[in-house]
């Protein structure tokens, strides 16, 4: 069992008065009402819906308060707003750029690594971002279907090089707590799991996700837990972000943050220092930058090699090394992430 610090806790109380369920389902979905919500120019219209089109646009409320009304460049925005560049057709982008249909174990169970396995446990996001590598994955054939599960447990049980466990998507933090609880039941079992590890947009995207029946899941499981959010650019950590943070630290919950290096959000030095050290102010330490997956629709936000290798030069230049981000790449078929 894990020790915990037990700090003085207060309850969570964000900008937002919804509950987090409720603001997933009023979560914005159409161009219309993006540019409206944000006083955007009409005209940026068609475009959005070209791109809307291939992958649908979704966003939450929360997180359209941080982005700057009337500012289409703002690098928030270039995360969530779809636009006709999805559409172009560029050489060496790939529908399943990392391979993920080639190295499914189990239902739902991807076992590239040594040691770790990651659990796609449901295709659903808080949020559709426009360069994910998952825009064109197949998730319905992959996500862990509830007559599945026992046969995923029975693989992990029976794999004891499995050390840590990966809960992954989709973003895994929009089931509900009772789900993921009933999950970590079933888990409890396996003698040779050691690690919980959750990869997630929530905290960020809705900060209110982190409620006290969350946190006290978190404490009562037997493994140290790790979440590693994925922030790409300092603005995206208002107030509320903050404080969901230093209530899961207080849980006893170690915080990571990978971002990708994405043209026009973050591939300067100045916004790259910032997001560290933020990140840091919040609790959350830099472990990746990833190299964008070349997946089609995506290869606007394309950082070319040379620039992102001298920018991360320039990083370890001005940052101590706990803050420096490693700038990975990840290869079909490589037995982990590989540095640049
Ligand atoms: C990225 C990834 C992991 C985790 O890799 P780390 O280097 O441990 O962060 C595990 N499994 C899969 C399938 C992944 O894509
Ligand atoms: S939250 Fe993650 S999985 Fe979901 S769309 Fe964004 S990048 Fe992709």
């Keep these: 069992m894990v020790a915990r610090t037990a700090f003085k806790r207060q309850p969570l109380m964000t900008n937002l008065t919804t509950n987090w369920r409720q603001q997933l389902r009023d979560s914005l979905i159409t161009p219309e009402k993006l540019l409206d919500r944000l006083n955007l120019p009409l005209h940026l219209l068609a475009d959005a819906h070209h ?14 308060r941080r982005i700057h009304p009337g500012d289409r460049h703002d690098p928030l925005l270039r995360q969530v707003l779809p636009v006709v560049d999805e559409t172009f057709q560029a050489e ?3 529908d399943d750029p990392v391979g993920d249909l080639a190295s499914s174990a189990a239902p739902g169970i991807l076992h590239k690594y040594h040691g770790r396995a990651l659990l796609l446990l449901t295709g659903a996001c808080s949020v559709n971002c426009r360069y994910c590598f998952r825009r064109n994955f197949p998730y319905a054939e992959q996500q862990i279907k509830p007559s599945e599960w026992q046969q995923s447990v029975d693989y992990l049980q029976r794999s004891p090089d499995i050390s840590e466990i990966i809960f992954s998507g989709g973003d895994p933090l929009v089931l509900t707590t009772d789900k993921l609880k009933a999950l970590t039941d079933d888990l409890q079992d396996i003698g040779h799991l050691r690690r919980l ?3 997630t947009r929530l905290p960020v995207m809705i900060p209110a996700r982190i409620t006290e029946s969350f946190c006290n899941w978190l404490e009562q499981l037997p493994w140290p837990v790790c979440i590693v959010m994925h922030i790409n650019h300092f603005r995206e950590i208002d107030r509320d972000v903050a404080l969901a943070c230093t209530r899961l630290r207080q849980s006893g919950i170690t915080l990571l943050n990978q971002a990708v290096l994405l043209k026009g959000v973050n591939d300067t030095v100045e916004i790259q220092q910032k997001l560290s ?8 330490l830099s472990y990746y930058l990833h190299q964008l997956d070349p997946v ?3 290869q606007h936000f394309q950082v070319p090699d040379n620039a992102a290798l001298q920018l991360h030069a320039r990083m370890r230049d001005i940052l101590p090394g706990y803050l420096l981000p490693r700038l990975v790449r990840e290869i079909p078929g490589e037995p982990a992430k590989l540095p640049l």
Excluded: Q
């Design 51 to 64: 791109g809307s089109k291939l992958f649908p646009l979704r966003v939450p409320e929360a997180y359209l």
């Design 92 to 94: 060496g982008f790939v």
């Design 197 to 199: 590890r959750i990869h």
């Design 277 to 284: 050290e933020k990140l840091y102010d919040t609790g959350i």
């Design 296 to 298: 089609t629709g995506a």
